[in-house]
């Protein structure tokens, strides 16, 4: 069975996004919290972190409101047509989207610089040695 390209504006929209902007991602982490592996579907997430005003969402997005173990409320937005998971927002930090690495064009502009949550990882998790870990949320910068 052939994969389709989800019709979605808004997914399309997000996966543009890192090719036409000038901007490196502020931090790109690893999440292994609980909710991040209910969206990955069981691993943890690469998110990477934008400054607001410089990402444009064109179409339509989903948003559901959650709080997430940080204690912080997050407005998570998705593809209404495919689901796909395209980024959050989280109250406490207004100036900022974080960008679910999997829509960027390029992926290899989203590599982690340190892995959070950790201690909400499942014992089979694999972390790269290399990279710093956190056991919880790390601290905002
Ligand atoms: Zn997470």
């Given at each position: 069975m052939r994969s389709e390209e989800c019709p979605s504006p808004a997914a399309v929209s997000a996966r543009k996004f890192a090719t036409r902007s000038p901007q490196a991602p502020n931090a790109v982490r690893q999440c292994w919290c609980r909710l991040c592996q209910y969206l990955s579907a069981g691993g943890g997430t690469v998110n990477a972190v934008f400054n607001k005003d410089a990402f444009h969402v064109s179409g339509e997005t989903k948003v559901f409101t959650s709080v997430a173990d940080s204690g912080s409320v997050m407005h998570r937005s998705f593809c209404p047509s495919c689901g796909t998971p395209l980024f959050s927002e989280a109250e406490s930090r207004p100036q900022v989207i974080i960008v679910r690495a999997g829509t960027l064009d390029d992926p290899n502009l989203a590599k982690p610089a340190a892995i959070i949550?950790?201690?909400?990882?499942?014992?089979?998790a694999c972390f790269d040695p290399a990279l710093p870990r956190v056991e919880g949320q790390q601290p905002a910068r």
């Open positions: 949550w950790t201690e909400s990882a499942p014992k089979w």
